[in-house]
């Protein structure tokens, strides 16, 4: 038989946010699948996902998503971890 461990923090909180508050470090790194399933399952703080387009001679980039961390820890980590 297996035993799961149950994290309250994971149950009982809303971990990511609709919006980016002010304080809130956004990383350089784009989300993928994958790293949003590392980010809810590795990672403990708040977090939400900021679309980010670019400018280059009139030209409009496509649209990318960027993690952005409350806790600068976390986003250096996931920067050292996907970059």
């Known amino acids: 038989m297996n035993e799961y461990e149950i994290d309250p ?3 009982f909180s809303n971990r990511e946010l609709p ?3 002010c304080h809130f470090y956004i990383t350089k790194t784009p989300v993928t699948s994958e790293s949003k399933k590392w980010i809810l399952n590795k ?3 708040r977090y939400c996902f900021v679309g980010i387009s670019g400018f ?3 030209v409009l980039f496509d649209i990318n998503t ?3 961390f409350e806790d600068q820890a976390e986003a250096v ?4 971890t996907w970059s």
Do not use: H, I, T, V
């Open 9 to 11: 923090l994971q149950w």
């Open 19 to 21: 919006f980016k508050p």
């Open 43 to 45: 990672l403990r703080g």
């Open 56 to 58: 280059e001679e009139d």
């Open 66 to 68: 960027y993690p952005a």
């Open 77 to 80: 980590l996931y920067e050292l």
